[in-house]
């Protein structure tokens, strides 16, 4: 859970990242359950994606046929091995390096990287020159997309200008399973070399919870009070679990 701090001292670690929900993407959370029957073969796994469509593929046998092109043999057990250690295609495809490096080498997930990665930028062309606060059901999406899976907590800062469109999507800090450090100062700083007139506070709960708790309220009427004197606007503070969001102004905190 984020603590309140007023340290001035981390570093954020900007990306530019906002996205709405990609096409496919929710085929992604399909839990694997493994196979009823034996596999096809690659080839015969490219055969029937050729002619009925990728849709037609299991997450099990996508994986494999994603694995084909980059190892010689075993993308079968690989792709089985990776789906019963991470529990359903996005945390494979969410997965570290560290994670992946336990049953692939470091080529290979990079490879399984840049699937997630193009779903992102695929969706990047979506939100910018759009009111933020008017596409919620897309912001929503996407900050699913990115943060529902992650295995560690981050702590994100959506900066907005005065129409409410997206100036910069910035993950401020990572953290552990259950902490991820939040400075008031930090976040106002930022937004004002951005210019931005409004903020959304942004964290996961990697427990699948995304229930506020005390410290979270407490750390985000800080971030408030901060905000409220320099004239900027918290929307909302959105906390995502693993299947559903918390939102700080639905639930009366904000």
């Not at 992946?100 to 997930?109: I, P």
């Not at 990287?113 to 596409?135: F, H, K, N």
Request: charged share 20%; glycine share 6%; proline share 5%.
């Amino acid at each position: 859970m984020p603590r309140p701090s007023h340290r001035n001292d981390a570093t954020p670690s900007r990306t530019a990242d906002l996205f709405a929900a990609a096409p496919g993407v929710g085929e992604m959370t399909a839990r694997y359950a493994g196979p009823t029957s034996p596999a096809p073969s690659n080839g015969t796994l490219g055969a029937r994606a050729a002619t009925g469509g990728l849709a037609g593929l299991s997450d099990a046998e996508a994986l494999e046929l994603l694995l084909s092109r980059s190892l010689a043999n075993g993308a079968r057990a690989t792709a089985a091995a990776l789906l019963a250690r991470f529990g359903c295609l996005r945390r494979v495809l969410t997965a570290d390096l560290a994670a992946l490096s336990a049953f692939v080498d470091t080529r290979v997930g990079i490879d399984l990287q840049l699937i997630y990665d193009a779903a992102r930028r695929l969706a990047a062309a979506e939100l910018p020159g759009r009111c933020v606060v008017s596409s919620w059901t897309s912001l929503i999406d996407y900050l699913k997309l990115t943060m529902a899976h992650c295995e560690r907590e981050a702590f994100r800062v959506l900066f907005l200008d005065k129409k409410n469109q997206l100036i910069a999507d910035e993950i401020l800090n990572h953290g552990t399973i259950d902490h991820a450090p939040v400075y008031p100062r930090e976040v106002m700083r930022r937004a004002l070399e951005v210019s931005a007139s409004a903020v959304i506070l942004v964290h996961n709960h990697p427990s699948g919870d995304q229930t506020p708790s005390s410290a979270d309220i407490e750390m985000t009427k800080k971030v408030v009070d901060a905000a409220r004197t320099l004239g900027i606007a918290v929307h909302d503070h959105v906390i995502v679990g693993r299947a559903e969001v918390a939102s700080f102004k639905a639930l009366g905190l904000i």
